[in-house]
């Protein structure tokens, strides 16, 4: 390829992602608003990060490090939208888009690589696991596709000639880091991708390799946490940062049940049963790519074993713990690119798509984004709120808080609303909003400590959702209320002021 082909594919890879978020993301300009309550607590505590407060001990959420610097700085773009969001989502989409290019052409020609790699990212973002657009799971999404990209190359290529690299080794373990700071669910991929790599060297007998191959992984996945224990120490806070990412994740959120082995593969039998309906778009794709990737060409039986093993560990990863929200199964979404190999290695014996035609391959991506433009339009879920308008609740919220110079606030009912980002708040108290957790703690209990802040009138405005603590009317007054709903459910919202 020329260095002008190398721009030009670039760049169509950039607009695709750019176009497909424009629409399915909330994050996106031609929303009002992106009012997903985790992706607003996850900019409000990049926000506080960038204004010298401490996650986890200062501001409490229960996500990893990198995500909340992630969205620190697409505060710095823009303070109170999220159009630094939105920013964000499409470099992670074009990055993701690169990777499955270079996935596809592992099977297929250069041409039907390029077409269908915005494909293999369209059909992720009109996915409902895809949900509002900014989780921590999307941001995760490239480090998945490249270690994917890693192993599977090196096993159709390169498996018979020599073992596993110790610098590929290390750049997983590297990938495996950044998610273990981003949300650690997702190493259930990378204990698969060490497993299989260790498997490799069993296979040429190179046991003493694999076992320092083990060695560098772990090296590698160190690398990413080094810069947050040095932060966390210089501020006096690794316990916090313990308590706060492992002990509440590891120990207190997995909802597990019960009832023995039989029980618990039965249960995740189901889980997946529902995802594969819920999410047709892309596990359609996956399924068959997964297949082909086991069945396809003249391969060694290790090369056959890498993509379906990755697929059972990452599912196990994310969905052992119990817990089923929708947008949990978006990595799944990256084996749907396999699919979309088959499908290319299918259509190159049949036609021949030449570089030298340009005109008719430029005519063809144009096609294939303004279908899936269309697509995103008929089934994203997130579409209907483009309808919105400035006269969304929230914003006659934002209008009230800010008649008080320098106001704080106080998030009550669900996790952060919006109303932190519409404001421009920066939280001032450590449990801003309400956690879904069962603190056994009563000194660290997060109803507790709230119902203390309404108590005491720590600040000037309470917002609440459907319930608020029952002596919230001794210190502070209702200036205004609202009724919402979405995805089936309705909700009352409430705004207090201080007296």
Not at 21 to 38: G, H
Not at 190 to 213: D, H, N, P, Q, T
Not at 216 to 229: C, D, E, N, R, S
Request: some cysteine; charged content about 15%; hydrophobic content about 50%.
């Amino acid at each position: 390829m020329t260095d002008r082909d190398s721009k030009i594919k670039y760049l169509l890879f950039f607009v695709s992602a750019a176009l497909f978020l424009m629409l399915a993301s909330r994050s996106s300009f031609l929303y009002i608003m992106n009012n997903w309550d985790d992706a607003n607590s996850y900019f409000s505590v990049g926000k506080a990060l960038f204004n010298g407060k401490v996650p986890y001990r200062d501001v409490f959420d229960q996500k990893g490090m990198y995500l909340y610097l992630a969205y620190g700085l697409a505060y710095l773009v823009s303070h109170t939208s999220f159009l630094g969001v939105y920013f964000l989502e499409t470099i992670v989409g074009f990055i993701d888009i690169i990777g499955f290019y270079k996935l596809i052409r592992l099977y297929a020609g250069e041409a039907l690589s390029v077409l269908f790699a915005p494909v293999s990212f369209l059909v992720i973002v009109v996915s409902r696991s895809f949900w509002w657009g900014g989780a921590a799971e999307e941001l995760c999404l490239p480090f998945y596709i490249y270690g994917m990209y890693l192993l599977v190359r090196y096993a159709r290529e390169d498996f018979d000639k020599k073992p596993l690299s110790f610098g590929t080794i290390f750049l997983g373990g590297v990938f495996a880091g950044f998610v273990a700071n981003i949300k650690f669910t997702g190493l259930g991929f990378f204990f698969g991708w060490m497993a299989l790599a260790f498997l490799s060297y069993l296979i040429l007998r190179e046991v003493v390799m694999g076992f320092k191959a083990c060695a560098v992984f772990l090296l590698g996945m160190f690398i990413p946490f080094v810069p947050w224990i040095v932060y966390f120490a210089l501020n006096k806070s690794l316990y916090d940062w313990y308590w706060g990412y492992v002990y509440i994740n590891v120990f207190l959120y997995p909802n597990t049940s019960e009832g023995g082995i039989y029980s618990f593969f039965y249960g995740l039998v189901k889980i997946l049963y529902w995802l594969i309906r819920d999410n047709l778009i892309y596990f359609v794709p996956a399924l068959v790519g997964i297949l082909f990737a086991f069945l396809a060409g003249r391969q060694k039986f290790f090369a056959r074993l890498v993509v379906p093993v990755l697929f059972g560990f990452m599912f196990l990863g994310i969905f052992a713990g119990g817990r089923t929200i929708p947008y949990y199964s978006l990595p799944l979404g990256v084996f749907a690119v396999f699919g979309f190999a088959f499908l290319s290695a299918v259509l190159g014996k049949f036609m021949k798509m030449e570089k030298k035609k340009e005109g008719a391959f430029l005519l063809s991506y144009v096609l294939t984004n303004v279908l899936g433009m269309g697509l995103v339009l008929a089934l994203s879920m997130n579409t209907e709120f483009l309808s919105q308008k400035k006269d969304f609740f929230l914003y006659r919220f934002r209008d009230e808080v800010l008649e008080k110079d320098s106001p704080t606030l106080l998030n009550v009912g669900c996790l952060d609303m919006g109303l932190y980002t519409l404001t421009d708040i920066v939280p001032s108290c450590r449990w801003f909003q309400t956690q879904t957790l069962d603190i056994p703690e009563a000194d660290n209990n997060p109803y507790h400590e709230q119902e203390k802040y309404v108590r005491e009138g720590v600040t000037d405005f309470v917002v609440a959702r459907d319930i608020f603590p029952d002596n919230i009317y001794d210190r502070y007054e209702l200036i205004d209320q609202a009724e919402y709903g979405y995805d089936g459910y309705e909700f009352t919202y409430y705004l207090f002021r201080l007296k």
